[in-house]
């Protein structure tokens, strides 16, 4: 959640905050633990700008979890190095903990770089490339060299349409960060493309996917040799397969096989709903949508929602 003049009772960003927070808290009855992490974007160059301040003062308040996501562009609004680009968000973010542990010792304070480089032809984020992954992965490896819990930001792309661009980005900014860092996750965001202003269930579908490979190429090699397998090897010289005898576990625990991309090459079914990838993520799609059940709700939690929703959509 996000408090804005716009969208504040009277224009009064630090208590409609803070009445959201509680709002969520009596939802969920839950008073006494964080229930939420409230992401907060400083302003480049070096500030933290009204708005910005109000947010955190009411999450701080409320005692829920802050994450710091600093936001800067290579030569725009920042430094056009990277290097330099990650040392401004670093003095960005240590000073949003710094004010964040001075008026509450002990809260909980992560922080997520989504930094990019600028396409100076546009002036435009290039939120999927190589200089924006090295952007995060210098920060990140600040941040492991302090202790400071810090994440990053996976499946980016600036492609106006899912296509292969939109492909090459988001698993250049998923795999890389994997392979130069020793981060354990990556987020995945669901469809982020022409710089975050458009979103895309489909690239969604398409991106988890993608993770699922990624994570098989990370997962390795099983190395350790099968005590049968010279009996393995007599049986398939005699009988000229290694079918015989193998179990599907067998295979599929070395093997991850997808789902979504088709993997049938030339076979003889070249049937759209096996091999046209496009259909097959509408049809995912479709199957999502269609099995997708609200959660229950209580009749207090009910009662709690009603004020708030559109005529249309009251219990």
Known sequence: MRATAGNSKNGDIYQSMRAAFQLVKKFHDKWDEPIMTQGLCPMSPLAYDHECLEN???????????????????????????LGLAIHDLALSFAGIVYAQLLSPGIDVTLCPCSASTDMRSVQPAYGTAETVYISTIFYEFCIEL???????????????????????SLLTTILP????????????????????????????LDEEMMRNVNRS???????????????????QEKNTFLSGRTPKNYRDEHYLSEIFSKYGVSDDMSPEK???????????????ER????????????????????????
């Open 56 to 82: 955190l003062d009411a999450t701080i308040e409320e005692k829920q979890n802050i994450v710091i996501f600093p936001c800067t562009l290579t030569n725009l609004t920042g430094p056009p190095s990277l």
């Open 147 to 169: 202790k400071i819990g810090c994440t990053m930001v996976g499946s980016l792309a600036d492609s106006a349409k899912v296509d292969y661009q939109a492909g090459v980005e």
């Open 178 to 205: 994997y392979y130069i860092t020793d981060i354990d996750t990556v987020w995945c965001y669901p469809g982020h493309m022409s710089a975050w202003y458009c979103g895309s269930f489909e690239k969604l579908i």
């Open 218 to 236: 990370l997962q390795g090699v099983n190395l350790k040799v099968d005590s049968k397998y010279m009996q393995n090897l007599k049986t398939a």
């Open 275 to 289: 091999t046209d990838v496009d259909l097959i993520v509408k049809n995912e799609l479709a199957n999502r949508i």
């Open 292 to 315: 997708y059940q609200l959660p229950d709700l209580t009749a207090t939690q009910k009662n709690i929602l009603q004020p708030y929703l559109p005529s249309k959509c009251k219990f």
